[in-house]
């Protein structure tokens, strides 16, 4: 029987998380900057919070190979 293979990192893959991540982040902040009149200062909200969570996202699916 043969062991699993590792799965690679691909950094395509890696980028658009991070850039999907960081994107709905914006989106949502755009939304409540909306609501609240000033989408801009949303969006920059967004972006502020997305760049961490599109950081942890792609660690989380790529723990295993840094490991």
């Known amino acids: 029987m043969q062991a699993s293979s590792r ?7 890696a980028g658009a998380i991070l ?3 960081t994107g709905t982040c914006a989106g949502a902040g755009a939304l409540v900057g909306y609501g ?6 949303g969006v920059l909200g967004g972006v502020v919070v997305g760049i961490p969570a599109g950081v942890f996202t792609v660690y989380r699916r790529f723990k295993g190979y840094f490991s």
């Open 7 to 13: 799965s690679s990192f691909q950094p395509v893959e």
């Open 19 to 21: 850039a999907a991540a």
């Open 36 to 41: 609240f009149g000033s989408t801009g200062l």
